[in-house]
């Protein structure tokens, strides 16, 4: 069955230092690829995306994942963490064409320490 | 632009009760998803509309759960009647067409006693 993985419930990242959050997903061929970032009662915001090409996508707020097909992943990674970084992030993989279908990973809290 | 508007931001009701939600997409968008989120899980897609069709409804509830777009545009979401695990935010995207990406609401919490 098609899924999708985020094996860290939470994170705690200090103020300055690199980030890393995990996403491997179980699908024959290769899926399209989503980050997402949820504030709290806030709605949730497309980071970045991949549907083909390059494997090391550019996102909003100095975000970057990498997709690497034999390792099933696409991790998100950030050279220096803000505290307004703070808040949940969600790895989505479409099964089907674009956007649709979307289905999301259980996500990963991130807190930053000062 | 405006962004996905939702409504009401809470409610709580008890079991068997009924419940609807409403959303107003973006201007001009054409697809519409309705998300369930449960505490400490992904959001999960219960509907999507393409204008006032129904695309995808094969994760709806259709005991109890009912989705309607009728001019293509606002579109409420009923649950009737409501359960304890219902109690989820409750989550409108809209999207220029199923190729674009999804503008999020900001939810409703629905709780559920």
């Known amino acids: 069955a098609q899924s999708v993985t985020q094996p860290d419930i939470h994170i705690t990242v200090s103020e300055g230092a690199s980030l890393e959050l995990r996403c491997n997903y179980s699908?024959?061929?290769?899926?399209?690829l989503f980050w997402y970032v949820q504030s709290p009662g806030q709605g949730l915001q497309l980071l970045l995306k991949?549907?083909?090409?390059?494997?090391l996508v550019q996102g909003i707020k100095g975000f970057e994942a990498e997709f690497k097909r034999s390792q099933s992943s696409f991790n998100l990674r950030k050279p220096s963490v803000h505290w307004s970084d703070a808040a949940e992030y969600f790895c989505?993989?479409?099964?089907?064409?674009?956007?649709?279908?979307?289905?999301f990973g259980t996500g990963t809290r991130l807190l930053v320490s000062p | 632009e405006a962004g996905v508007a939702q409504s009401p931001r809470y409610k709580i009701i008890e079991k068997r009760q009924s419940v609807a939600f409403w959303c107003n997409p973006i201007?001009?968008?054409?697809?519409l998803y309705w998300y369930q989120q449960i505490l400490g899980q992904g959001p999960k897609l219960l509907i999507q509309?393409?204008?006032?069709?129904?695309?995808?409804d094969s994760q709806l509830p259709k005991d109890r759960f009912s989705a309607e777009r009728l001019k293509g545009v606002d579109s409420t979401l009923k649950i009737q009647p409501a359960k304890l695990e219902d109690s989820a935010v409750y989550l409108c995207?809209?999207?220029?067409?199923?190729?674009?990406?999804?503008?999020f609401g900001n939810g409703t919490r629905l709780t559920v006693t």
């Open positions: 989505a993989v479409g099964f089907t064409t674009g956007f649709q279908k979307l289905v």
């Open positions: 699908y024959g061929a290769t899926p399209y």
């Open positions: 991949y549907f083909s090409g390059d494997t």
């Open positions: 201007s001009g968008h054409a697809t």
């Open positions: 995207a809209s999207s220029l067409d199923p190729g674009s990406p999804l503008h």
């Open positions: 509309f393409q204008n006032n069709g129904v695309v995808d």
